[in-house]
């Protein structure tokens, strides 16, 4: 089984449509958590952040943790063409341990 | 405000010739260095990290070498490549303990 498990894809959605994406991960001393967005044939740019479990919101995004079930999600509202990348999670144990990433989802949102 | 370079951005390469990618990062001090490869299917798959100048952690073991020469660069390196070296190379920085990474714009390397 491995640490982070993330559905690739590709997704296709309506302009204006909600999107869920979610990873599920197996090591339950995870602690930080986070969303990045990626380009085609740019770097990963940091999304959302949460530690431990709970709800955070920014803008149309909002990152999701149930700990209890190692799951997470981002949700995205009212989703927009230039929404279109690919997101991959991330989590890690500690500030000072290397963040262990999901394969992305490939998420295309059609005008 | 800092920022990273990376380069070359492509680089197309025989089989069994030398690789050398090279990270640099301005505007800060005693950063966290990663190199990340990403291959088609597979996801971000990290293979070397650096708390500090000759401190270099392999996560894994392949024909790849990493080292960190001065505080701020982080050079990825492999005597020969083999045709599975192929993917994009991304680097990336942190400070300790924040938790969020900056990556660079990535390397796309084929082997041929």
């Known amino acids: 089984q491995k640490e982070v498990e993330q559905d690739p894809g590709p997704l296709s959605v309506p302009e204006g449509a909600i999107v869920s994406l979610n990873c599920t991960y197996s090591?339950?001393?995870?602690?930080?958590f986070m969303w990045y967005r990626q380009y085609s044939r740019k770097g990963p740019e940091l999304l959302m952040y949460t530690y431990s479990s709970g709800n955070k919101e920014d803008g149309r995004f909002t990152a999701q943790v149930d700990k209890s079930s190692k799951y997470i999600s981002l949700f995205i509202r009212d989703s927009q063409p230039s929404d279109s990348a690919t997101y991959l999670c991330?989590?890690?144990?500690?500030?000072?341990?290397?963040?262990?990433f999901g394969k992305g989802t490939r998420l295309s949102v059609i005008a | 405000s800092q920022t990273i370079h990376q380069w070359p951005a492509t680089l197309v390469q025989p089989v069994g010739s030398p690789l050398s990618l090279e990270c640099t990062v301005e505007?800060?001090?005693?950063?966290?260095l990663y190199w990340y490869r990403q291959a088609a299917g597979r996801g971000l798959q990290l293979l070397f990290y650096?708390?500090?100048?000759?401190?270099i952690s392999s996560e894994v073991p392949q024909n790849l070498s990493a080292s960190r020469p001065q505080d701020r660069q982080f050079i990825l390196s492999s005597k020969k490549l083999l045709l599975s070296d192929s993917g994009f190379y991304l680097c990336?920085?942190?400070?300790?303990?924040?938790?969020?990474?900056?990556f660079g714009s990535g390397t796309r390397l084929t082997v041929v």
């Open positions: 650096s708390i500090g100048i000759g401190q």
């Open positions: 991330a989590m890690s144990l500690s500030g000072n341990t290397p963040l262990v």
């Open positions: 090591n339950s001393a995870f602690q930080y």
């Open positions: 505007g800060t001090s005693n950063p966290n």
């Open positions: 990336a920085w942190n400070l300790p303990r924040n938790y969020g990474y900056t």
